[in-house]
């Protein structure tokens, strides 16, 4: 009898153990979130932060979550400026996360309306395309880690693995798994 739904306590151990094509999925992560594009990264985790929640997916949304306010953390710590822009967050972001939630759960109310609010919002149009690439990373990464049983990390773990995130990104990540694998 196979233990598969118990075998796995960490999404990293899935994509090592499936590194042919999960390597792909890591270095689109890689770009997606922590590359310099029109969001800045601590919006981005928000928004997988807020898919991983509304998909019921713990285990994501604490780490993004956590991600997310370390970020807003140092941006507030580094600059009375950014701190001051950090103010009006929720206003300026308001209409990307309500276009989040319906590319999560409702696709067929997309409007154009949607589209009009983010652009009167001063973002360009490609920005649409970017948080819907986003809230579908978060959605993939959603059912890996919930069709595989992982469970949440305790708060040990999740504080490491955010601090690994940050310093590291996906791709570091991935690098620092698979050479601990290749020591034992």
């Avoid at 409702?106 to 920005?127: K, R």
Wanted: hydrophobic fraction near 40%; aromatic fraction near 10%; charged fraction near 20%.
């Amino acid at each position: 009898m196979s233990n598969f739904l118990d075998k796995y306590k960490s999404v990293y151990n899935v994509f090592l153990d499936n590194w042919d094509y999960q390597s792909h999925y890591v270095m689109f992560l890689e770009k997606l979130l922590y590359n310099e594009t029109i969001l800045p990264i601590h919006i981005k985790e928000m928004i997988f932060a807020y898919i991983s929640s509304l998909n019921g997916c713990a285990y994501c949304k604490n780490i993004h979550a956590e991600i997310a306010k370390e970020l807003i953390d140092q941006i507030k710590t580094s600059s009375p400026l950014e701190d001051i822009s950090m103010s009006t967050i929720e206003e300026e972001y308001k209409s990307i996360l309500k276009f989040s939630y319906k590319v999560n759960e409702d696709l067929s109310s997309i409007s154009q309306n949607d589209v009009d609010e983010i652009l009167s919002n001063g973002f360009p149009e490609n920005v649409i395309s970017e948080v819907i690439a986003i809230c579908s990373a978060a959605q993939y990464m959603n059912t890996t880690v919930k069709a595989h049983n992982i469970p949440p990390l305790n708060d040990n773990m999740n504080s490491a693995s955010v601090r690994m995130m940050i310093q590291k990104g996906y791709q570091g990540l991935a690098d620092y798994m698979l050479e601990k694998r290749k020591k034992n």
